[in-house]
């Protein structure tokens, strides 16, 4: 393996952080969305938006060069602004960039932002709702699938929960642990999609939809977007927030498939879990909170494995021991995550790993003392990921 | 009953080959499963494409194979994401690995959902959904001795 860059770790800060409305958003745009996210995290941080000179974010599947719209939007021009493409996996992807363009002096302050109108797509007809798919039909496959009536991301993902039980002995209570667990999470956020409770009976009542997973394994359809801001840690020391220190980040992209080899139930968080933590010098016993991109529940269960927290074939048990929750061992997804705050691909999973180390929220939501936070970011059909890890400056 | 469920068939959508399968489908049609093999390093490959992603050498053959494999892994749909499933629920959709290394997304059919296992052994079977375009499929080797 190639010894990741350490000359990076600390050198960048999240100095502001933002979430749109989330949920049931009717009538507002996945760019609305977003430019809503991207003008709370720019009040959060007390910049203005003419200090930005770099925009890093990611569209709808069918858009084309996103962060032109947003420029225009936001009124600015930028020294750097792209557009990535790596799905979930993207938008920390995003941070990692702007904190490379940031040290290379190619930009000063960089937002990196993602919004979705899932919601709104997904309930535009009855049949979109039973599709329940958001990429155009151009971007789905013509064979090798379709004729077997595989369609969507459900089946794809539920795979690997069927293999992983096959191995590991892993059942549908374990699954239902993390569902439940962050169910309790997004009680405790006023802003989240889910405000009922959810116990272990509802969740195995719940219909099912590609068994092994029923309708409560399922991430959210949601309208959603989340923001961060992100400059030099010289420059963080000005401005009105604690500043949030980018200790390390890490990529890797299983292209040979989610179908090839054993990547279904070693996913691509094990490498790229690995060289965050050589980047920031820590390991999983140093990390006080996760915040996991929880499409499903079962991979919720498989990212841990892979990124060190229990062993290969010990996340069911590890999730119902109570690890996940509020006090537990580590507690993860502390804003409900996917699976219950709203489905922004990982955007919103960054912004909760900020402000938990801003340690700013009331104490049945904060995790206590936490000087370490994990995020994961998963996509791409399966295959790309990406890890961030925060650290309390 | 039976013509129902051949109507239901002829609903489902049919794969649109790419120049690089179209190969592999009008095999399929014939009732043989057929992938490309290299003929620089042997490897046998699925999707088919022009180049071989172990040696990247662009000369292969079309080889049959035993249609002989095991469930690497499988689902179970319950929900109809497409009309012409409405009467296959509970449908499961698997990926067989075949004996030869190369694994195909399939159904497996012939067999109730529940009894359907990773590492299961399998042996292809062919569905006939119109007179141009037949679709391999897999069913327990147990249950195919007479096909």
Redesign the interface.
């Known amino acids: 393996m190639i010894e990741p860059s350490r000359e990076l770790r600390d050198v960048c800060a999240i100095v502001g952080a933002g979430h749109s409305r989330l949920g049931r958003v009717p009538g507002v745009s996945s760019l609305d969305l977003l430019v809503e996210a991207m003008h709370n995290a720019i009040v959060d941080a007390g910049v203005k938006v003419t200090d930005i000179d770099g925009i890093i974010c990611r569209g709808p599947d069918e858009s084309y060069a996103h962060h032109q719209q947003i420029g225009a939007r936001l009124g600015i021009n930028a020294r750097f602004s792209t557009t990535l493409d790596n799905g979930g996996a993207s938008q920390i992807l995003g941070v990692a960039l702007a904190t490379m363009a940031i040290k290379a002096s190619m930009a000063s302050t960089v937002i990196v932002g993602f919004g979705r109108d899932s919601w709104s797509r997904t309930h535009s007809s009855k049949e979109a709702n039973?599709?329940?798919e958001t990429r155009p039909d151009s971007l789905l496959a013509?064979?090798?699938?379709?004729?077997?009536?595989?369609?969507?991301a459900v089946?794809a993902h539920?795979?690997?929960a069927?293999?992983h039980m096959?191995l590991y002995g892993t059942t549908r209570d374990h699954f239902g642990a993390v569902a439940v667990a962050f169910r309790e999470h997004a009680l405790r956020n006023p802003d989240a999609q889910m405000k009922k409770p959810l116990t272990m009976a509802q969740y195995h009542e719940s219909?099912?939809?590609?068994?092994?997973?029923g309708m409560l394994d399922c991430s959210l359809r949601s309208d959603a977007a989340g923001a961060v801001i992100i400059t030099s840690r010289a420059r963080a020391r000005d401005l009105r927030q604690p500043p949030v220190s980018i200790k390390g980040f890490g990529s890797f992209n299983n292209l040979r498939g989610w179908?090839?080899d054993d990547n279904?139930v070693t996913t691509a968080a094990k490498n790229s879990g690995e060289a965050a933590y050589r980047m920031a010098g820590l390991g999983p016993d140093d990390v006080d909170t996760a915040q996991i991109y929880d499409c499903f529940t079962y991979m919720v269960l498989t990212q841990l494995e892979d990124y060190g927290f229990c062993k290969k074939g010990e996340g069911g048990p590890f999730v119902a021991s109570g690890a996940l929750r509020m006090g537990g061992r580590l507690p993860t997804n502390t804003s409900g995550g996917q699976l219950s705050e709203a489905h922004a691909e990982g955007m919103l999973q960054v912004v909760e790993g900020a402000r938990q180390m801003r340690h700013i929220y009331p104490a049945e939501r904060q995790v206590a003392g936490a000087e370490i936070a994990l995020v994961s970011g998963h996509g791409g059909n399966q295959v790309c990921h990406s890890t961030l890890i925060l650290g309390r400056a | 009953m039976m013509d129902e469920r051949t109507n239901a068939s002829r609903k489902k959508p049919a794969p649109r080959p790419s120049p690089e399968s179209k190969h592999y489908w009008q095999a399929a049609r014939e009732h043989r499963l057929e992938l490309p093999r290299c003929n620089a390093c042997g490897n046998m490959w699925f999707p088919p494409s022009q180049s071989c992603p172990h040696c990247l050498a662009a000369d292969f053959t079309w080889t049959r194979v035993s249609g002989l494999g095991k469930v690497f892994s499988f689902v179970t749909y319950h929900r109809v994401y497409h009309p012409a499933f409405a009467n296959d629920v509970p449908y499961v959709v698997a990926l067989v690995e075949l004996d030869e290394g190369p694994r195909l997304l399939t159904n497996i059919v012939g067999v109730p959902p529940d009894k359907v296992a990773c590492d299961m052994r399998v042996r292809v079977v062919f569905d006939d959904y119109s007179e141009d375009v037949a679709v391999p499929k897999f069913a327990p080797l147990d249950a195919t001795a007479k096909s």
Do not use: L, Q, S
């Not at chain 1, 090798?144 to 595989?150: C, M, S």
């Not at chain 1, 219909?207 to 997973?213: L, S």
């Open positions: 039973v599709r329940n013509h064979e090798f699938g379709p004729e077997y009536g595989y369609f969507g089946a539920a795979f690997g069927t293999r096959h219909p099912p939809v590609v068994a092994p997973f179908f090839a279904m």
